[in-house]
Antibody, heavy 119, light 107 residues
Framework: EVQLQQSGAELVKPGASVKLSCKTS????????MSWLKQMPGQNIEWIGN????????GYNQKFKGKATLTVDKSSSTAYMDLSSLTSEDSAVYFC????????????WGQGTLVTVSS | DVQMTQSLSYLAASPGESVSISCKAS??????LAWYQQKPGEAYKFLIY???TLQSGTPSRFSGSGSGTDFTLTIRSLEPEDCGLYYC?????????FGSGTKLEIK
């Protein structure tokens, strides 16, 4: 069974950074892409970017370049997303979601991680 | 970016009825359209891809149609567990974009 287990909720101060994780199981991590998505309360879901589990190759939504950095650790089948220079606009639920190829739909999703940016 | 519009934000229907949820793209996306369901406390569920192909495990009462710019998700013989939020998403080009969602309530 494919599972994507995301890290717990984060409360971070403005200007700080946070690293979210998405630990996977039930499939060969290096054969698939992992996307990250953002959903602010009452807002549309936004695609941040994706990363290939095999070689760490990335593609980003221009809007999130400089804000998000995607990495993977193949040894633990885990994907990570670093968010930097956080502001209130970064307060949202962040999801990881698996794709079969870089431009395929999101077949499996994590449960989401709530990030709250507040002093 | 391709804008995806779900004009209906809320829909209510009774068990056994049928409903249709529409989704419109700001440009032609061929059939690169997926549908998802979100229920509180649960992960998003992938329902349909290529506009009309049911993902494995999606009940046959769900169907999708459309191509180009106009798409529809139809749910026949509604069941109580069909309540939730439904989103369309285009994967024709990056950045991938989503509709704003349609909340389905089962009376």
């Amino acid at each position: 069974e494919v599972q994507l287990q995301q890290s717990g909720a984060e409360l971070v101060k403005p200007g700080a950074s946070v690293k979210l994780s998405c630990k996977t199981s039930g499939y060969t991590f290096s054969n698939y892409y992992m996307s990250w998505l953002k959903q602010m309360p009452g807002q549309n879901i936004e695609w941040i970017g994706n990363i290939f589990g095999g070689n760490g190759g990335t593609g980003y939504n221009q809007k999130f370049k400089g804000k998000a950095t995607l990495t993977v650790d193949k040894s633990s089948s885990t994907a990570y997303m670093d968010l930097s220079s956080l502001t209130s606009e970064d307060s949202a639920v962040y999801f990881c979601a698996r794709q079969g190829r870089s431009s395929y739909p999101f077949a499996y999703w994590g449960q989401g991680t709530l990030v709250t940016v507040s002093s | 970016d391709v804008q995806m519009t779900q004009s209906l934000s809320y829909l209510a229907a009774s068990p056994g009825e049928s409903v249709s949820i529409s989704c419109k793209a700001s440009k032609s996306i061929s059939n690169y359209l997926a549908w998802y369901q979100q229920k509180p406390g649960e992960a998003y569920k992938f329902l349909i891809y290529s506009g009309s192909t049911l993902q494995s495990g999606t009940p046959s009462r769900f169907s999708g149609s459309g191509s180009g710019t106009d798409f529809t998700l139809t749910i026949r013989s509604l069941e109580p567990e069909d309540c939730g939020l439904y989103y369309c998403q285009q994967y024709y080009e990056k950045p991938f974009t989503f509709g704003s969602g349609t909340k389905l309530e089962i009376k």
